[in-house]
Structure formats: C-alpha cells, structure tokens
C-alpha cells in the first residue's frame, strides 16, 4: 500500500498572490495528476504527469502552472488567485496513465 | 466528446438494503474503462470498482457490483446490505482507452444517505 500526501489542507490567500499546492506520494506511481472540484461537482482535470519532468495539460490549466521535480512530488501553482475563488483541488496518481487513480485528501483553497 | 452522466442527486436508503445507482457515458472509443469512487463527509475520495469496456463479466468487489449494459453506454453500481457508513457522494468516472485518454471524466455525484 502506500499514501498521497497533500500540503497544505487549508490554503488562504489574497486576489492576485501566487499560490503553490504539494503532493507526494509514495506508491512510486509514474503518472500523477492534479483535478480541481468546485462545490456541488465533479473533478475536472488541471494538469497531469506521465513521468518526472513530463507535464501535460488538462481542459482546466488556464492559470494555473505545474512541476514534476521527481517522482514522488507534483506541485500546482495558482499564477493569480481569483477573488471569491474557493474550490477543492485533489492530487492522484496511478501505476502508469491506463490504470486506477488514487486520491490524495485534497487542498481547500479560499481566495480573499 | 466524453460524457458521464448521473441524473439522480440524491438516494435514501434504510440500513441493510439495497441501492442502486445509475451513469450513463459518451464515448466515441471502443476501448474505454469505467470507474466508481466514493467521496466521504470528509472529503476523502476512495477507489470502489471498476469495469473495463471488452470485460463482459460484471465487476464485483465486496459489497459493490455493478451493471454493466454495453448497448446501453450504462454503468450502475449495485450496493448491496448497505451500512451507515457508506453515507457518501458517489462518482461515476469514465477514461478513453486509445493515447489520449488520460484524464478521468466524472459525474456530477449521486449523495446517498443511509439511516438505521
């Protein structure tokens, strides 16, 4: 077994501030992924990773930008906070890009 | 383009019984694979089952099964003696099979509450 790890749970910040998500995972998966879940829906996919250095985007990277330092780690960067803005955003990752995707706790982000 | 669909928003169930949980998808692949997740009151999203598209074979783990109606592009989830505990959101998730299916396409969630 092994386990995703987001920091940090709770994220405020300020319209128009630069905002970095964390996620590590330990299942020494090769593809990771960021989704975004706002109140009421499903997840929508940001951005993912079929290895480290490789980034690819999803129907919702519009401001947003990712790093895939190593393997373990996938990072997401809100380039400009939204004011009123408040979603969950959920890490995952899989074996390779075909199998089952595996959640992290999730980031909850409120922009002031 | 890809769709999941789950129409129904709500579900109330009594404890030990049965509820089953509709999703209908778009796809233009032949090659696809069907998931179901679980989101708990704390936000904790968890892995349930899944059905790959060429599998004629109902998948079951556990207490979850599912029903798989190819013609249909329907995929249900079946729980059966149903607990407390699986008072939760559930998402139905489809990913295309050929090199661009990488994203998981979701369903807007059916909230099931299950009372004693």
């Known amino acids: 077994g092994g386990i995703i790890t987001q920091t940090p749970k709770f994220l405020i910040g300020q319209e128009g501030q630069k905002l970095t998500l964390k996620c590590q995972q330990n299942?020494?998966?090769?593809?990771m992924y960021w989704y975004r879940q706002d109140s009421g829906k499903g997840l929508r996919l940001i951005y993912y990773s079929i290895t480290e250095n490789d980034l690819q985007k999803g129907d919702l990277s519009e401001g947003y930008d990712a790093s895939r330092e190593k393997k373990s780690s996938f990072s997401l960067t809100v380039t400009s906070a939204q004011k009123n803005e408040m979603a969950v955003f959920l890490c995952?990752?899989?074996?390779?890009?075909?199998?089952?995707?595996?959640f992290g706790p999730g980031t909850r982000l409120l922009v002031l | 383009a890809q769709k999941v669909t789950q129409t129904q928003t709500s579900i109330s169930v009594v404890e030990k019984t049965t509820v089953t949980m509709d999703c209908v998808y778009e796809t233009r692949d032949s090659s696809y694979f069907l998931f179901w997740y679980k989101q708990t009151a704390s936000g904790e999203i968890v892995f349930l089952i899944r059905?790959?598209?060429?599998?004629?074979e109902n998948a079951t783990v556990g207490h979850y099964s599912l029903n798989f109606q190819k013609p249909k592009s329907s995929i249900g989830l079946i729980i059966t003696a149903t607990q407390i505990e699986d008072s939760a959101v559930y998402f139905c998730a489809m990913r295309e099979g050929d090199q661009g299916g990488r994203a998981l396409i979701f369903g807007t969630g059916t909230t099931v509450s299950v009372s004693p």
């Open positions: 059905q790959d598209s060429y599998k004629k």
């Open positions: 299942f020494n998966h090769d593809t």
């Open positions: 995952a990752s899989s074996i390779n890009n075909q199998d089952t995707q595996y």
